[in-house]
C-alpha cells in the first residue's frame, strides 16, 4: 500500500518582526490620538454655575450650565457626584449629554439614586459635574 505524506495543517508562518514592530507602533499611535482627543474635549467644554435647587430624603436637583467651545455639536459624558456637610458622598451618576455648538445652555438634572436616604434636617453640601475621560491604559 502506498504511503501519502499529509501536510501539518494549518500551515504555521511565523509572523516576522518587521509586522509586531509596525503593529506596536500603531497601537501606542492609536492610544495618543485619543488621549489627545479626550483632552482637547475637556478644553472645549466646559461646566459652570453648579447649583442644588431641591432637595428631598430621596432626590436632589442640580442645575447647571454647559457650553461648548467649538463649531460642532459634542455629544459629551458628564458625572456627576453629591455631598453631604461631612464631605461623604451621596451619590454619583454617569449620564450623557448634547452640547451644541458655539452656545450655553443651562440644564437641570435630577438625580435621584442617592447611596443613602438624607435624614431630617440634613441636606446636600455640594455637587460636582465633570466631563467623563474615557481611560484607555
Not at 34 to 62: A, D, M, P
Request: charged content about 30%; aromatic content about 8%.
Amino acid at each position: 500500500m502506498d504511503s501519502i505524506d499529509r501536510l501539518e495543517f494549518p500551515k504555521k508562518y511565523p509572523i516576522s518582526g518587521t509586522i509586531k514592530m509596525a503593529v506596536i507602533l500603531f497601537i501606542i499611535f492609536g492610544v495618543w490620538i485619543h488621549n489627545c482627543s479626550q483632552n482637547q474635549l475637556s478644553k472645549e467644554v466646559t461646566i459652570s454655575e453648579i447649583k442644588i435647587t431641591e432637595y428631598s430624603t430621596v432626590h436632589v436637583e442640580i442645575e447647571y450650565t454647559i457650553s461648548n467651545k467649538s463649531s460642532i455639536d459634542r455629544d459629551v459624558w458628564l458625572l456627576l457626584k453629591v455631598f453631604d456637610s461631612q464631605g461623604l458622598e451621596l451619590g454619583s451618576s454617569l449620564f450623557f449629554e448634547k452640547a451644541k455648538a458655539n452656545k450655553i445652555q443651562p440644564m437641570l438634572k435630577i438625580m435621584d439614586k442617592l447611596s443613602r436616604p438624607l435624614l431630617k434636617d440634613e441636606k446636600p453640601a455640594k455637587a460636582t459635574i465633570e466631563v467623563f475621560k474615557r481611560k484607555v491604559i
